[in-house]
């Protein structure tokens, strides 16, 4: 691996290593969210879920769209999934 490939591994790595980060993934693996909908299944305020979705989508992981007032996010590439699936894994092995 060159450099440059293990900078962008790196950054991506970073940006899903939070807690907040990975519920949310977790949540839009099924299908893209509003803020709100993803705010109530992580019982954590909106302004807190907005601030790490815009990080997220900032790396690349999530993209947007917006429909009126609401803006949805989903997982832009799905193999941070898998990625997160072998962690996942790794961690309930032991």
């Not at 999530?62 to 961690?91: F, M, P, Q, S, W």
Request: hydrophobic share 40%.
């Amino acid at each position: 691996m060159d450099y440059e490939v293990a900078q962008q591994v790196s950054a991506v790595l970073r940006a899903v290593a939070h807690p907040i980060r990975l519920q949310i993934i977790s949540a839009l693996e099924y299908g893209e969210l509003c803020v709100g909908k993803i705010s109530e299944r992580l019982e954590t305020q909106q302004a807190v879920i907005s601030q790490q979705l815009a990080l997220l989508k900032d790396k690349d992981i999530l993209d947007a769209r917006r429909e009126g007032t609401n803006v949805y996010y989903r997982i832009k590439n799905k193999n941070v999934i898998h990625l997160l699936h072998c962690v996942y894994n790794h961690c309930d092995s032991n």
